[in-house]
């Protein structure tokens, strides 16, 4: 007999209907009375300073109401608290972020906002505006801001580091070192040492639903803002923190979301809206557009690598070494030290060395992307393992097999994995159909990578009401961003064995539910997922007593099954769910309400091992992805069809980032800022991606969940790189592995190829 | 955007008027593809947007002797799925196939394609190859001009403020000959060439001699282009695999290409040469079949 009855399931969606059906409100479906339209002007500047700003004749265009700038801000009585999860940033800058103050650091940065009575109205004040810069030269690259002469984006910066900070400051905003054994001696007794190094693009996370909100500011100062965040209660913090109003003054309602992938953490135009909805006692909307998206959100950090890996000739790895460098954008905080976990996360290394810095320069700043700083650092270690493999002359999969972590093994940050299924996901590669189906001919190669990500937990609560009628309903203010609302309903039905469809799941606003932290972090379903059992428990045990005091029993002497308790010691004593429920708005203890709370769950780090074959035409470069399979350890897959689903969005926005995403700087101005020339893959880009789901239970948490959001965008590139070399003989160091770049290292491998012709003779 | 009027008349004399208009800067709005974008964008501001599917003779399709007429307001898909043109011009079937997505070929058709003037153009290189002659209209008259004269620069075609396309006419394709379009692009779908490229050949089916060749190129110079060095590699000659080699690197010659996020310089006169022989490899395929 299965052990759950809807765990594991494929039960549909609890939003299917309204999905299909074009009934789901998303932010822009949002229409208030007397709601006037926000725009923001935006600086065509990537660095400059802000002389002057007059927006006196946009204030005169009949139909505006209210203007912005950061002249308005209010001030703050305690600085430095910081945001964002993974990619954090601290309350300054997230406020020079959403509006520049004296300076403006990338092109698309907001200088103003106006709000108006049409979208048209507030498009022509925007020209009205009128800004006097002086014109920086923009700092481009992370190199090129490390560069003694370069120009200071922030004159005040100095690196955060354990180590002896300089005398003067810079661009670096973080320098990061960390040794777990001795690296020196551990390369030392290699017997092969491989060193690579490695480059990677700026890349966006294109959420299809561009950032959208809608803010109501009363008279007496309270805010209500619609928004399509992935976390309300981190709105709330953020903008209570950044334009000093009492957090409990703000109500923040959830809208359905079209897509986050970690760039919806932080806010952008919230505070903007907010501010004009201040000014102009109406209520103002924002919708962003593509290009703004595009130039004046959060992409993902491009990352510079050099590797080096040593070991025996048996195979065993003795040591490895990183130095990387993340661009971070227009302010500190980067992805240095979730990457430096991500990087030799698979393997079990005898001594590590890390160097890592962040760097500041004239570009977005980076906000976290699906496991932020997985993708980059993966594709150079795994890109080296597979360098080394073939020197000692073994399989690449092999060489995993005699390396990998396991628990008790370190991770890089010296903490033990608990329990892990590295070991599993490798088992299911031999095992598996795509890895024994040969893939053969000209021009064709396989490739196989290992993937790992931490994953977080944090703080999560839910509420679970029991109605008059013995249904029940699930009440959080968990944003459902991956299908939240739908494990939730499992999980309820599951611990109080009822049927799905008396299990209601309402997501509230920030005024109705208990604190719950944001969906992202992998973390929705595995500590979001315990409060939920938690508060199913509660509930259930509430309802024993009150079964207890009608049959008139202790009520540890209470049994429950599937809609019915009795006595365990005379189980004809019985009474039903529904009588009980039914009673508790009438008498007794009254109405029962579960509660669930959970904080500080250990990791529950998530593996993956995938698979990719692909052919490329040798006159063009191009890289057609033939077949994929995705293996990947969920812990226990409460819905084994969105998870599947999940794993297929992340690999293909891995093939993306590996194969045509980039953002096309000149001269810090961002040259493709639309959906035409950043090229995300169409479907007919990625072939069905197979999944094999592996079940090793996390250590903690019920049911041994694990997270499985994040770590299927670790290793495409990686696969895909190693296939190509296999198809090719030319090994792909830079991302986005381009057809032109494909075909430039294939000519440039048959040049060196070409005999050198004799003198003469022959 | 800015606000623009709305005109959808329902006859050329209606339209004329409007074009007439001495304030107005009138652009003809088609399947609306590129237009729509361009005023979202601020790229283009016109006064007036005028639709011109509800006239009749925009939406003309036929075939006859004087060969292949195709009204400006004809979208790719009724195009390409017109008998004559899968079975005659085939080239310009297969450019039509490309433009954006099924769904933007529902909408847009090669008439806009042309106007919109984009050096990618997909399917302005099969027009040319074709030998394709575009019938201008506008209050003054009618005139007709052969295709290539069309094409002034990037976003620049040859008609005044006060004109609009009526149509294309494409002459009978001349016996035992063969066309094709191939076209590079990163993606599968949804995408602008990085360099694209039509050959037409006409083979004497006895002596085997190429008789006649055109080639024409997208996106590897401010319009697109005819590849004349490489069709004189051709004609007069059985074709064989190293005139086709030949013809590739020659086709280089007419290719004047920028670096920008589609492509280099150098990757795209590198395209052009692998497409010019992948299409004319295919035409012979195409020919040998027949």
């Known amino acids: ?762 | 955007m800015r606000l623009f009027e709305f005109a959808a008349p329902k006859s050329l004399e209606e339209a004329y008027k409007i074009l007439s208009r001495a304030d107005a800067d009138v652009r003809a709005l088609a399947g609306g593809t590129d237009l729509i974008d361009q005023v979202h964008q601020g790229r283009r501001k016109p006064s007036i947007v005028m639709d011109i599917k509800g006239i009749p003779e925009m939406k003309r399709l036929a075939f006859d002797r004087e060969g292949l007429h195709i009204g400006a307001g004809a979208s790719c898909t009724d195009i390409y799925n017109f008998p004559p043109v899968k079975k005659n011009y085939i080239s310009i079937a297969e450019s039509a196939a490309l433009v954006g997505s099924v769904q933007i070929q529902n909408r847009a058709g090669i008439g806009g394609n042309i106007c919109n003037a984009a050096p990618s153009a997909d399917t302005a290189p099969s027009l040319i190859v074709h030998n394709a002659r575009v019938v201008i209209a506008g209050p003054k008259g009618q005139r007709v001009l052969p295709i290539e004269q069309f094409f002034l620069g990037p976003g620049q075609n040859a008609m005044a403020k006060d004109e609009i396309l009526l149509g294309i006419v494409v002459p009978p394709p001349p016996a035992s000959s063969a066309s094709h379009y191939l076209r590079f692009i990163p993606r599968e779908e949804m995408d602008i060439a990085v360099a694209g490229v039509a050959s037409m050949v006409v083979i004497d089916p006895k002596s085997k001699v190429c008789k006649t060749a055109r080639i024409a190129l997208a996106s590897v110079a401010p319009t697109p282009v005819r590849a004349k060095d490489a069709e004189a590699v051709l004609e007069g000659h059985v074709i064989n695999e190293a005139l086709i080699r030949e013809a590739g690197e020659k086709a280089i010659n007419a290719a004047k290409p920028i670096t920008d996020v589609r492509g280099s310089i150098e990757y795209r006169k590198e395209l052009v040469k692998v497409l010019t022989r992948r299409t004319l490899t295919k035409c012979l395929e195409t020919l040998g079949n027949r």
């Open chain 1, 1 to 762: 007999m299965p052990k759950y009855k809807y765990l594991g399931k494929a039960t549909q969606k609890v939003d299917a209907l309204e999905r299909v059906t074009g009934k789901a409100a998303f932010g822009a479906d949002i229409h208030l009375p007397g709601m006037l339209h926000g725009k923001v002007l935006r600086s065509p500047h990537p660095h400059a300073i802000i002389k002057a700003i007059d927006y006196g004749m946009a204030l005169k265009l009949e139909g505006v109401k209210a203007v912005v700038t950061s002249k308005d801000l209010p001030s703050l009585e305690d600085a430095r608290a910081s945001f964002g999860g993974e990619v954090s940033i601290d309350q300054e800058h997230l406020r020079k972020l959403f509006l520049a103050h004296d300076k403006v650091l990338f092109e698309g940065h907001p200088i103003a906002a106006v709000a108006a009575t049409s979208l048209e109205i507030a498009e022509q004040a925007l020209e009205l505006i009128k800004v006097e810069y002086e014109v920086l030269p923009p700092v481009e690259d992370a190199f090129k801001a490390m560069q003694p002469n370069a120009p200071l984006l922030h004159p005040y910066l100095y690196p955060k580091t354990l180590g002896q900070k300089p005398k003067n400051p810079g661009n670096v905003a973080t320098i990061m070192f960390h040794e777990r054994g001795d690296a020196e001696k551990g390369f030392a007794e290699a017997d092969v040492v491989v060193e690579e190094s490695f480059e990677t693009a700026m890349v966006h996370q294109v959420y299809i639903e561009p950032q959208v909100d809608a803010a109501q500011v009363e008279e007496d100062g309270k805010v209500t803002l619609w928004t399509a965040n992935q976390g309300i209660f981190n709105v709330q913090s953020q903008l209570s923190s950044i334009l000093n109003i009492p957090l409990g003054s703000i109500n923040v309602v959830p809208m359905e979301i079209g897509g986050g992938f970690g760039g919806k953490i932080i806010t952008y135009v919230e505070s903007l809206t907010i501010m004009l909805s201040q000014k102009a006692g109406r209520p103002v909307k924002m919708v962003m557009s593509r290009e703004e998206v595009f130039k004046a959100t959060g992409p993902g950090s491009p990352g510079y690598f050099t590797i080096k890996v040593g070991a025996k000739k048996n195979g065993k790895i003795t040591a490895a070494y990183i130095k990387m460098i993340h661009d971070c954008g227009a302010f500190p905080g980067g992805p240095t030290p979730m990457a430096s976990l991500v990087s030799f996360g698979p393997y079990n290394i005898p001594s590590i060395k890390v160097d890592g810095y962040d760097v500041v320069t004239n570009k977005p700043r980076v906000q976290a992307y699906r496991a932020p700083g997985g993708t980059p650092v993966n594709f150079s270690v795994e890109s080296t393992m597979n360098v080394l493999a073939d020197k000692l002359g073994v399989d690449p999969l092999k060489f995993r097999m005699q390396n990998y972590a396991k628990e008790g093994d370190y991770m890089v940050n010296d903490q033990r994995y608990n329990r892990i299924g590295v070991k599993a996901v490798l088992d299911r590669v031999v095992s598996s159909s795509h890895w024994n189906t040969p893939w053969e001919g000209p021009n064709r190669g396989r490739g196989m990578a290992l993937g790992f990500w931490i994953g977080a937990a944090g703080t999560s609560s839910a509420l679970v009401l029991i109605n008059s009628d013995g249904s029940a309903t699930g009440v959080s203010g968990q944003v459902d961003l991956t299908g939240t609302r739908t494990s939730t309903q499992q999980i309820i039905a599951e611990e109080l064995q009822m049927p799905l469809e008396k299990v209601n799941v309402k997501v509230g606003d920030t005024d109705s539910t208990p604190y719950t932290m944001g969906s992202f972090g992998s973390r929705t379903t595995y500590s979001f997922g315990t409060a939920v059992y938690r508060a199913s428990r509660d509930a259930l045990a509430q309802m024993k007593a009150r079964a207890a005091t009608q049959l008139k029993v202790n009520p540890e002497d209470v049994e429950y099954a599937e809609g019915r308790f009795w006595s365990k010691k005379d189980p004809e004593k019985a009474v039903s769910w529904n009588e009980v429920a039914r009673s508790t708005i009438t008498r007794g203890e009254g109405v029962v309400t579960g509660r669930g709370t959970v904080t500080g769950l250990g990791h529950a780090p998530e593996f993956t091992a995938q698979i990719a074959d692909v052919e490329v035409d040798p006159e063009t470069g191009k890289v057609y992805v033939k077949r994929f399979t995705a293996i990947q350890d969920a812990g226990l897959a409460i819905n084994p069809m969105q998870v599947e689903g999940q794993i297929q969005g992340g690999v293909t926005q891995g093939i993306g980032w590996g194969m045509s995403e980039y953002y096309y700087y000149d001269k810090g101005k961002l040259r493709n800022a639309s959906f035409l020339d950043y090229r995300m893959p169409t479907s007919l880009d990625v072939p069905m991606i197979d999944i094999e789901i592996v079940e090793v239970p996390a250590s903690e948490g019920p049911y041994g969940v694990r997270g499985v959001g994040e770590v299927s965008i670790v290793p495409p590139p990686a696969a895909i790189a190693e296939a190509i070399y296999r198809a090719t003989g030319v090994r792909m160091n830079k991302l986005p592995m381009t057809p032109e770049a494909v075909l430039w290292a294939i000519k440039t491998k048959d040049k060196e190829r070409e005999p050198v012709a004799a003198n003469g003779d022959s």
